[in-house]
């Protein structure tokens, strides 16, 4: 029986941790660029009563043994890097990403994040940036005189200055990807960073080599899905309730073997 309490212990504490990140996506649903959170579970060591194919008489073994779990604990919370909706906004800065890459970002510390989110700003100094003024690598700045702003699937962006009527091109938006985006490594403000797990980042040209393609005046929404997230949320929750359950009875049976009398 307390071999019971602590295995449904263990059960509470993995579902409690389901609902934390049940919460977050639910949370995130209209988070430009993010990307829903699944939590993975797995059994914990086994106690073992009787070995499987022990010799019990001559020439007879046991055909199934008698093994007791202990419980479960999670192993992993997978990032699900599937496309989110797009949504028109016609923001001159507001770009989306349709297939895989990521946008780069230059961080105060000379290091390089990613993030899926495109909905950029155009900060003092012209260049184009994050909502947290992080410009984006590699930096590209408008000139004040510019008076049309036009950035190609292929990521070149180009202007047309006052008093011309020919564009002219001030770069080109690149796009990073990784062998395993779900090894990424999440700072917070819609941002990633390179890890061991994740490999190391290819660099390209969007809509070559397996990019995707930039579109101007849209943005990605959340691929989070409330009806899902609500079907887990009452998974969890009976979960929860049912190992509760069996510490309570597991208690209930505690008690009744502490009252036995002779």
């Not at 995130?28 to 009787?50: A, E, I, P, W």
């Amino acid at each position: 029986m307390m071999r019971a309490l602590w295995s449904a212990a263990t059960g509470m504490l993995a579902k409690q941790l389901g609902m934390d990140v049940i919460a977050n996506n639910l949370a995130n649903v209209n988070t430009y660029g993010f990307k829903r959170s699944r939590v993975d579970f797995q059994d914990l060591m086994y106690q073992n009563l009787r070995t499987s194919g022990s010799t019990v008489a001559e020439g007879a073994r046991v055909p199934a043994g008698i093994e007791v779990g202990l419980g479960t604990r999670p192993a992993a919370i997978q990032r699900i890097f599937s496309q989110g909706d797009f949504i028109q906004t016609e923001g001159t800065l507001d770009l989306v990403i349709e297939g895989d890459g990521f946008f780069q970002v230059l961080m105060p510390d000379g290091t390089v994040a990613y993030t899926r989110d495109g909905a950029f700003k155009r900060d003092s100094e012209g260049r184009i940036v994050t909502s947290d003024g992080f410009p984006i690598e590699p930096e590209i700045t408008i000139p004040p005189e510019a008076v049309d702003l036009s950035i190609g699937t292929d990521g070149t962006v180009s202007v047309i200055l006052a008093g011309q009527s020919e564009p002219q091109d001030l770069g080109k938006i690149e796009l990073a990807k990784f062998v395993n985006p779900a090894g990424l490594s999440a700072i917070g403000r819609n941002l990633f960073t390179a890890t061991a797990s994740s490999g190391q980042p290819v660099v390209g040209t969007p809509g070559l080599e397996g990019f995707g393609t930039i579109s101007q005046g849209f943005l990605e929404m959340s691929n989070v899905k409330v009806v899902e997230e609500m079907v887990n949320m009452i998974i969890a929750q009976r979960a929860y309730e049912v190992n509760s359950k069996a510490i309570q009875t597991s208690d209930d049976m505690l008690s009744i073997a502490n009252n036995l009398k002779r």
